[in-house]
């Protein structure tokens, strides 16, 4: 047979250029054997033996080197191009019969349109059929089906499959041996690329099972909702965003699928940012030490499964913090026009956007700027204490902590800068007055004994953190007559301390406030273990409702916020 009837390329070819010619050279192989007969009709035995080997081996030659290019060259690029999953394997179809004889396509007849770089998921599929290929299959089956918006593409063989060192070694990319066929670090590394999830299944004699929930392109009604919450994220003091309103509706206009879902998923991801940690007050966040606690997955992964699973709504409703007060500063801030109190509540949303989203089931809020103390059982206040917060010298600090039970009659151990103010002098210099109040030395350290001129009162609570900052009793009474409550070293002061107690404790029938009363009565030292543990939040709140459906504007005590800014009408933040 003539050589010329093989098609030849030039060597390094293009990585663009690599699928199309692979093609091309495998039909010239399933021709050359199919029409074999005609072509070396009227030739002697031998000469047709030998001639269809030759043939068929160049081609072979051919398309395995072009095949590991195309495994070798693509990289994974992200999300480039939009494509119809279906139509993208077919069009490997010729290639991946070359790899196994035995591949299967069961594709479903839904739309599955994805923007994803295609040469990087032909390389994953390549990978998959040559795994196949390795481990001996002699089926693959490749299936897509659409669940939900989600676009499903599972590769199944039954090859030799994988025990369970195996596979674990594979799912931690610890296969040297990927570029050879053998691993599966490509299809991991576009599987995150993506934002698809991955899930492997195999059993040595049993085959393998890749499954890949890719996410499709948002919808036109999805990028229309988005609008709407770009919009409304004004009233949330996030203005800096929605400007971007503007370019998503401007894509829609242009009726170009691929830039509308790029500028969609762009502007859903800065809101989403916005949603979760505010845009215009990132500076007031210094010293905010309580932990966001949500667990989020990143915005861009966030946002792609939101589109996948149709769930734009449950996405932003579910990233915008849910406290009646957060309601309350973001009705005001909608209606509120004087630049000053704008700014303000704009920084009091973002403060709440830095609290957790799942604040617990029952938990105590201390807002430093308010003076007060209040205890809430889901979205209701079912308590609330004044109390006396730092000096402005000595801050009481953002945190947040565990309340694991209270002490009755408790020892204060003195911190060493407060000894060193005032009661090491005391100790030395007039011993009698120090053993009057109660302040002792042992062992290098002050304290001061239980009774009723122990600073800490008749109880404190038990709330391990690094600031050693608790809430707790206090013989200085009179202070709570007062409006402005800053003087501690920057513990938190609470008034009627017994009855905060007797709330926490109400879970335990048996320590009402009678017996409170009787053992602080008793004098003895005592630690009782709250029922549950709650989780206990000392913020920072200079706006916050007033109870009669207006907001109260609080001292900034502490200055925290200097700097605080609104967006304007054109989205940029300014006072």
């Known amino acids: ?65 072009l095949t590991s290019s195309l495994l070798a060259a693509p990289k994974v690029a992200g999300l480039t191009k939009r494509i119809d999953l279906n139509s993208q394997i077919m069009t490997l179809e010729p290639i991946l019969h070359a790899l196994v004889r ?40 490749i299936r897509t089906r659409r669940f939900g918006a989600r676009a499903i593409l599972k590769v199944v063989d039954d090859g030799c499959g994988m025990d ?42 049993r085959g393998t099972v890749v499954t890949m929930n890719l996410p499709t392109v948002l919808r036109m009604s999805q990028a229309r909702r988005l609008i709407e919450w770009l919009n409304a994220a004004a009233d949330d003091g996030l203005g800096s965003v929605t400007p971007r309103a503007k370019t998503v509706q401007a894509a829609i206009d242009n009726g170009e699928p691929l830039t509308l879902d790029l500028a969609a998923t762009s502007a859903a991801v800065q809101l989403l940012d916005a949603y979760r940690r505010g845009c215009c007050n990132a500076s007031l966040r210094t010293g905010w030490h309580i932990p966001e606690s949500n ?19 449950t996405l932003f409703g579910t990233a915008r913090p849910s406290h009646p007060f957060y309601y309350a500063l973001r009705a005001a801030y909608a209606q509120e026009k004087d630049p000053d109190r704008r700014a303000t509540l704009a920084a009091n949303l973002d403060r709440w956007r830095w609290m957790p989203r799942a604040l617990g089931t029952r938990y105590l809020l201390v807002n430093a700027a308010a003076f007060e103390a209040t205890l809430w059982e889901g979205r209701q ?59 002792v030395l042992a062992s290098g350290r002050y304290r001061q004994k239980p009774g009723p001129t122990n600073a800490l009162g008749r109880m404190k609570l038990v709330m391990p953190n690094r600031f050693n900052v608790y809430l707790h009793d206090t013989p200085a009474q009179a202070l709570f007559a007062q409006d402005v409550r800053a003087y501690s070293h920057g513990c938190v002061r609470v008034g009627d301390a017994l009855a905060l107690a007797t709330a926490l404790l109400s879970a335990r029938p048996s320590w009402s406030r009678d017996a409170l009363d009787a053992a ?9 273990a709250l029922a549950s ?26 200055h925290r916020d200097t700097g605080a800014k609104a967006p304007g009408d054109d989205g940029v933040c300014g006072r």
Not at 133 to 139: I, N, P, R, S, V
Not at 176 to 189: D, M, S, T
Not at 520 to 528: M, Y
């Open 1 to 65: 047979m003539p050589q010329s009837a093989v098609q030849t390329y030039p060597t390094n070819p293009r990585p663009s250029a690599i699928k199309r010619e692979t093609i091309h050279d495998l039909r010239n192989l399933f021709g050359i054997v199919s029409s074999a007969k005609h072509l070396l009709e009227g030739q002697p035995a031998k000469v047709r033996r030998l001639a269809l080997l030759q043939a068929i081996e160049a081609a072979a030659i051919r398309g395995g080197e």
């Open 102 to 141: 035995g591949v299967q396509f069961d594709l479903g007849d839904e739309d599955l349109t994805l923007r994803v770089d295609p040469d990087a998921l032909d390389a994953v599929i390549f990978e998959l059929v040559a795994n196949a290929k390795a481990a001996g299959a002699e089926t693959v089956t």
């Open 164 to 205: 369970r060192a195996t596979l674990a070694r594979v799912r931690r990319c610890e296969d040297r041996n990927a570029e050879h066929g053998a691993g599966l670090c490509r299809v991991q590394a576009f599987a995150r690329a993506v934002h698809a999830q991955l899930h492997l299944r195999s059993r040595t004699g």
């Open 295 to 313: 667990n989020w997955d990143g915005s861009a992964a966030s946002v792609a499964a939101a589109v996948t699973g149709n769930q734009i709504d």
């Open 381 to 439: 206040m079912v308590g609330r204490w004044k109390v006396v917060v730092g000096k402005t010298k000595s801050p009481t600090p953002v945190f947040g902590a565990t309340v694991t039970g209270v002490i009755l009659n408790p020892w204060w151990e003195i911190p060493p800068d407060i000894a060193a103010e005032s009661v090491a002098a005391l100790v030395r210099d007039n011993p009698g007055a120090a053993a009057a109040k109660g302040f």
């Open 520 to 528: 602080v009565a008793s004098g003895q030292t005592r630690t009782v």
């Open 533 to 558: 543990p709650i989780p206990v939040y000392v913020a920072y709140f200079t706006a916050e409702p007033d109870g009669l459906g207006g907001i109260r504007y609080l001292p900034d005590i502490y």
